[in-house]
């Protein structure tokens, strides 16, 4: 495509809404299917002597209706570097791992029938199975100097042996009785009923041909908890000591308090088994992502100080393994951080987190407490230190992710992958831009603007005004696989965006100012937002818009249907909250609601109604098109239909969409596709 490589670095560095004449006429919108289909890069792994990246890329398969994993690899000292794809196999293979000797490459793997941990050479023809588990192994690890792994499988906590767990898990599938007796919280988590196992932490021995001697030893069958958590933990909750003689994990060890507990604390326990240690029983809030320097000499991990809290600020602790004495690398610096590694030379830490509607990647110094941004625009997804840079993982709202090097000491990075090149040399995709206004109390507030794909300068174009969830979350310079404004501008709307107060990104008091106010400063921030797009993009069509939200989102879609019913053509509800009460009620995870409205429904019940969406179901009128999952426990299938019935009742043009086999998020291929089609239409309804 003419002038791709001028419009991604432009993208990549926020230079954008360029002149439509840069855009090949021989290209088509992009649309669902494209967001569906495209290669997904992830998972890189550095080998210890900086030579190699391995990173795990995901290709769909509509016909099968699913996605499948292969490992790829790069050699860094090559003056061009070009992917190598190393597993061709029908099944999944991903999470790659290196070897201390820089030789062995570890990797996850369905291929024997269950997910396992193989090993191979990249100069091998065939890898070779390293654990034949009766269970499948959830996460794993390997010690730094390669005598042990570390790995994560669920278990029931009663069975001795990981056999004891196998069989039991195969007599309960044949047991003609299928009821299950609960007598705490949680009993469904996400999208899945509790079924009594626990994940657990085990290490095994390797030989020195690689292979498993010995039986696995559970490092914290000691504990009620699962590790890593559930249901979206994984290794980053756990990492071998720099001498390979201990391990570092979190948990929750909060037992009939779990559903409303953020109390995580970090363990240490020796790596053949043993004594757990509590490092963080000072911190009744959230610990989490240990990490040992390589010289040894600290450990560091990121901390939450506000028990029930689990948007808190995460600041980077640091102790010193020979006195002790810990202390927080960031106490002043108003940023919550979401992953952490130290560099090589165990000088500084790398951190990743959200910052100004991107998330950036810093390197904190750690004696002068400096830090120094190395990436600022984008979303950086995944980091790995190098001898001589960083390896990093980077999309922003233009391009899907890919490969970048940036050496120490230099201001421009270098990008190593274009997986997606050949596919997106055919497609026209919208030019977005950032913007800024006064919102509540005259604070200022981000958004962003997303041009339609082809834009024609002087045309007007409808309004999708998207709504993000969390609600402490963002729609920021992100390449998103669900929510993706592309997809919009495909379809000839221009997308808006508003971090409304309670985004994160902008400071801990900006993200704390929506606890007990979810109706008033979001709402007042997405009428300011608007209005002030509309103010200062021409092309954008006043009079057709609608807004489109799911979680937090949703439940301001039906808010919005209730004290701003006035604005929009239409409304797109998905897995939103209709009504407060029975959502407290229904929902798994109390610590959330309990934080956003003060308490328990029961001890607070004036909060819950303060922004109840069911209170204005009399001044509804907007036409709305309501998505749910039934597999769906966060926010319950219950809340969809109340909102449809609410509408039907009301003689409100409606419509409802439901997916049986989707949780929170809709994850199958075929159903992305589906769910967007039906959005567009919904949309092309009421807007073209």
Same mark, same amino acid.
């Given at each position: 495509?003419?002038?791709?490589?001028?419009?991604?670095?432009?993208?990549?560095?926020?230079?954008?809404?360029?002149?439509?004449?840069?855009? +090949?006429? %021989?290209?088509? =919108?992009?649309?669902?299917?494209?967001?569906?289909? *495209?290669?997904? !890069? /992830?998972?890189?792994?550095? &080998?210890?002597?900086?030579?190699?990246?391995?990173?795990?890329?995901?290709?769909?398969?509509?016909?099968?209706?699913?996605?499948?994993?292969?490992?790829?690899?790069?050699?860094?000292?090559?003056?061009?570097?070009?992917?190598?794809?190393?597993?061709?196999?029908? +099944?999944? %293979?991903?999470? =790659?791992?290196?070897?201390?000797?820089?030789?062995? *490459?570890?990797? !996850? /793997?369905?291929?024997?029938? &269950?997910?396992?941990?193989?090993?191979?050479?990249?100069?091998?023809?065939?890898?070779?199975?390293?654990?034949?588990?009766?269970?499948?192994?959830?996460?794993?690890?390997?010690?730094?100097?390669?005598?042990?792994?570390?790995?994560?499988?669920?278990?029931?906590?009663?069975?001795?042996?990981?056999?004891?767990?196998?069989?039991?898990?195969?007599?309960?599938?044949?047991?003609?009785?299928?009821?299950?007796?609960?007598?705490?919280?949680?009993?469904?988590?996400?999208?899945?009923?509790?079924?009594?196992?626990?994940?657990?932490?085990?290490?095994?021995?390797?030989?020195?041909?690689?292979?498993?001697?010995?039986?696995?030893?559970?490092?914290?069958?000691?504990?009620?908890?699962?590790?890593?958590?559930?249901?979206?933990?994984?290794?980053?909750?756990?990492?071998?000591?720099?001498?390979?003689?201990?391990?570092?994990?979190?948990?929750?060890?909060?037992?009939?308090?779990?559903?409303?507990?953020?109390?995580?604390?970090?363990?240490?326990?020796?790596?053949?088994?043993?004594?757990?240690?509590?490092?963080?029983?000072?911190?009744?809030?959230?610990?989490?992502?240990?990490?040992?320097?390589?010289?040894?000499?600290?450990?560091?991990?990121?901390?939450?100080?506000?028990?029930?809290?689990?948007?808190?600020?995460?600041?980077?602790?640091?102790?010193?393994?020979?006195?002790?004495?810990?202390?927080?690398?960031?106490?002043?610096?108003?940023?919550?951080?979401?992953?952490?590694?130290?560099?090589?030379?165990?000088?500084?830490?790398?951190?990743?987190?959200?910052?100004?509607?991107?998330?950036?990647?810093?390197?904190?110094?750690?004696?002068?407490?400096?830090?120094?941004?190395?990436?600022?625009?984008?979303?950086?997804?995944?980091?790995?230190?190098?001898?001589?840079?960083?390896?990093?993982?980077?999309?922003?709202?233009?391009?899907?992710?890919?490969?970048?090097?940036?050496?120490?000491?230099?201001?421009?990075?270098?990008?190593?992958?274009?997986?997606?090149?050949?596919?997106?040399?055919?497609?026209?995709?919208?030019?977005?831009?950032?913007?800024?206004?006064?919102?509540?109390?005259?604070?200022?507030?981000?958004?962003?603007?997303?041009?339609?794909?082809?834009?024609?300068?002087?045309?007007?174009?409808?309004?999708?005004?998207?709504?993000?969830?969390?609600?402490?979350?963002?729609?920021?310079?992100?390449?998103?696989?669900?929510?993706?404004?592309?997809?919009?501008?495909?379809?000839?709307?221009?997308?808006?965006?508003?971090?409304?107060?309670?985004?994160?990104?902008?400071?801990?008091?900006?993200?704390?100012?929506?606890?007990?106010?979810?109706?008033?400063?979001?709402?007042?921030?997405?009428?300011?937002?608007?209005?002030?797009?509309?103010?200062?993009?021409?092309?954008?069509?006043?009079?057709?818009?609608?807004?489109?939200?799911?979680?937090?989102?949703?439940?301001?879609?039906?808010?919005?249907?209730?004290?701003?019913?006035?604005?929009?053509?239409?409304?797109?509800?998905?897995?939103?909250?209709?009504?407060?009460?029975?959502?407290?009620?229904?929902?798994?995870?109390?610590?959330?609601?309990?934080?956003?409205?003060?308490?328990?429904?029961?001890?607070?019940?004036?909060?819950?109604?303060?922004?109840?969406?069911?209170?204005?179901?009399?001044?509804?009128?907007?036409?709305?098109?309501?998505?749910?999952?039934?597999?769906?426990?966060?926010?319950?299938?219950?809340?969809?239909?109340?909102?449809?019935?609410?509408?039907?009742?009301?003689?409100?043009?409606?419509?409802?969409?439901?997916?049986?086999?989707?949780?929170?998020?809709?994850?199958?291929?075929?159903?992305?596709?589906?769910?967007?089609?039906?959005?567009?239409?919904?949309?092309?309804?009421?807007?073209?």
């Amino acid at each position: 495509m003419a002038n791709r490589k001028s419009l991604t670095l432009l993208s990549l560095f926020g230079l954008v809404l360029t002149s439509a004449d840069l855009v +090949a006429a %021989d290209t088509k =919108p992009f649309d669902a299917t494209d967001l569906v289909t *495209l290669k997904r !890069l /992830s998972d890189p792994a550095v &080998s210890p002597d900086s030579r190699h990246v391995a990173y795990t890329l995901r290709s769909t398969d509509l016909d099968a209706d699913k996605g499948r994993t292969d490992i790829y690899l790069l050699d860094l000292r090559a003056k061009a570097p070009q992917p190598r794809q190393l597993t061709r196999d029908p +099944a999944n %293979d991903s999470s =790659p791992q290196w070897g201390p000797e820089s030789q062995s *490459l570890y990797f !996850l /793997s369905s291929r024997s029938g &269950s997910s396992q941990i193989w090993r191979l050479n990249p100069e091998a023809v065939e890898p070779e199975q390293v654990t034949d588990l009766p269970v499948p192994v959830g996460s794993y690890r390997i010690a730094p100097d390669g005598s042990r792994i570390a790995f994560t499988a669920s278990v029931f906590p009663e069975c001795k042996s990981l056999q004891c767990s196998a069989d039991k898990s195969k007599a309960m599938e044949s047991d003609k009785i299928s009821g299950q007796l609960y007598d705490k919280l949680f009993v469904r988590h996400w999208d899945h009923w509790l079924d009594g196992t626990l994940s657990q932490l085990f290490t095994v021995s390797l030989g020195d041909a690689g292979k498993v001697t010995g039986k696995p030893v559970s490092l914290s069958a000691s504990l009620t908890a699962n590790v890593p958590s559930s249901p979206f933990g994984g290794n980053e909750e756990y990492r071998f000591s720099a001498d390979s003689q201990s391990l570092v994990f979190g948990a929750r060890l909060a037992d009939n308090k779990e559903a409303w507990s953020t109390n995580f604390d970090l363990y240490q326990v020796p790596a053949a088994g043993g004594k757990l240690m509590p490092l963080t029983a000072d911190n009744p809030a959230w610990d989490t992502q240990p990490r040992f320097s390589p010289d040894g000499k600290h450990l560091a991990w990121l901390a939450m100080a506000r028990p029930g809290f689990e948007s808190d600020r995460f600041q980077v602790m640091l102790r010193d393994l020979d006195t002790g004495t810990t202390r927080s690398l960031t106490p002043e610096w108003d940023r919550s951080f979401g992953a952490l590694e130290f560099t090589k030379d165990s000088k500084s830490l790398l951190l990743s987190g959200y910052h100004l509607g991107n998330k950036a990647l810093w390197r904190l110094d750690l004696d002068t407490g400096k830090h120094v941004a190395l990436v600022e625009k984008g979303y950086v997804g995944g980091f790995a230190s190098t001898d001589q840079g960083v390896i990093y993982v980077l999309d922003t709202l233009r391009a899907p992710a890919d490969l970048h090097y940036l050496a120490t000491g230099k201001s421009a990075p270098r990008q190593l992958t274009q997986v997606n090149k050949a596919t997106l040399d055919k497609l026209a995709m919208g030019e977005f831009e950032q913007f800024q206004f006064k919102g509540w109390n005259d604070e200022t507030v981000h958004g962003y603007v997303v041009k339609p794909a082809n834009y024609e300068s002087g045309k007007k174009y409808p309004v999708a005004f998207l709504i993000h969830g969390g609600p402490q979350g963002s729609f920021g310079n992100h390449f998103h696989y669900r929510w993706n404004p592309q997809t919009y501008a495909g379809q000839g709307y221009a997308a808006v965006m508003i971090d409304f107060h309670g985004s994160t990104g902008y400071g801990q008091d900006f993200t704390d100012s929506i606890s007990g106010d979810w109706g008033g400063k979001p709402l007042e921030d997405l009428q300011k937002g608007l209005a002030a797009a509309l103010k200062k993009y021409p092309f954008l069509d006043a009079d057709k818009t609608c807004a489109l939200g799911a979680s937090y989102g949703g439940f301001m879609v039906n808010w919005i249907a209730g004290k701003w019913p006035d604005r929009f053509n239409c409304l797109v509800n998905h897995d939103g909250i209709f009504d407060n009460r029975m959502m407290y009620y229904a929902t798994e995870e109390l610590w959330f609601p309990e934080w956003e409205h003060g308490g328990p429904l029961f001890n607070n019940p004036e909060a819950f109604e303060k922004h109840n969406p069911v209170s204005y179901v009399e001044n509804w009128t907007t036409p709305m098109l309501v998505v749910h999952g039934t597999l769906d426990y966060r926010v319950p299938e219950t809340q969809g239909l109340a909102t449809f019935t609410a509408l039907q009742r009301r003689n409100i043009d409606s419509q409802l969409l439901i997916f049986p086999d989707e949780n929170h998020w809709v994850l199958k291929p075929n159903n992305s596709i589906y769910w967007h089609q039906v959005v567009n239409d919904w949309l092309e309804r009421w807007l073209k």
